[in-house]
T-cell receptor, first 114, second 113 residues
Framework: AQSVAQPEDQVNVAEGNPLTVKCTYSVSGNPYLFWYVQYPNRGLQFLLKYITGDNLVKGSYGFEAEFNKSQTSFHLKKPSALVSDSALYFCAVSPRYNTDKLIFGTGTRLQVFP | DTEVTQTPKHLVMGMTNKKSLKCEQHMGHRAMYWYKQKAKKPPELMFVYSYEKLSINESVPSRFSPECPNSSLLNLHLHALQPEDSALYLC????????????FGPGTRLLVL
């Protein structure tokens, strides 16, 4: 079965420190990989995606993600966290043969403390 | 412009009511989606329209009826809903091609009494 795992329900980090939100996937082939962020009572905002090429993808608001094919991971990172980054983060995967479907992880709540 | 708009923002309805949710995008996207999201859970795909034709129905109960009148507009008609249908309903759009990003609207928060 195809799945996306976000092993941490919550990640806590102090403002100014680097942050990592983890994502691993189990999808056959070479899927497309996405990160979305959701602020309270809002829809999902697209952050970045990996299609092919360089394993380090840069996205919105200073976020980046590192694709590791051997570990089937796509971890979200930011060098210096802001309090305003506090939100719910979803990793999502789109199989290449069925790109209408986004398979979402369960989400990770990021809390950045001042 | 990557904006998807949804109306209304909030909706309260009784189990015998009929209501509709509306979604609009002007990005020229030809694929549109309805998702249902319960609190602290990921979105669940309900329907996909591609070139104004229903391409995916994820076994959604018939009390939810989607409609795509044109390439910019997507409706979700609601009738005889149950309290467990209370959720955030999200619309998204994209180009119906490989590797395209889905862009989401802000959602309609629905409460069924």
């Amino acid at each position: 079965a195809q799945s996306v795992a976000q092993p941490e329900d919550q990640v806590n980090v102090a403002e100014g420190n680097p942050l990592t939100v983890k994502c691993t996937y189990s999808v056959s082939g070479n899927p497309y990989l996405f990160w979305y962020v959701q602020y309270p009572n809002r829809g999902l905002q697209f952050l970045l995606k990996y299609i092919t090429g360089d394993n380090l993808v840069k996205g919105s608001y200073g976020f980046e993600a590192e694709f590791n094919k051997s570990q089937t991971s796509f971890h979200l990172k930011k060098p210096s966290a802001l309090v305003s980054d506090s939100a719910l983060y979803f990793c999502a995967v789109s199989p290449r043969y069925n790109t209408d479907k986004l398979i979402f992880g369960t989400g990770t709540r990021l809390q950045v403390f001042p | 412009d990557t904006e998807v708009t949804q109306t209304p923002k909030h909706l309260v309805m009784g189990m015998t009511n009929k209501k509709s949710l509306k979604c609009e995008q002007h990005m020229g996207h030809r694929a549109m989606y309805w998702y249902k999201q319960k609190a602290k859970k990921p979105p669940e795909l309900m329907f996909v329209y591609s070139y104004e034709k229903l391409s995916i129905n994820e076994s959604v109960p018939s009390r939810f009826s989607p409609e795509c009148p044109n390439s910019s507009l997507l409706n979700l008609h609601l009738h005889a809903l149950q309290p467990e249908d209370s959720a955030l309903y999200l619309c998204a759009s994209s180009q119906p091609k490989d590797q395209e990003t889905q862009y989401f609207g802000p959602g309609t928060r629905l409460l069924v009494l």
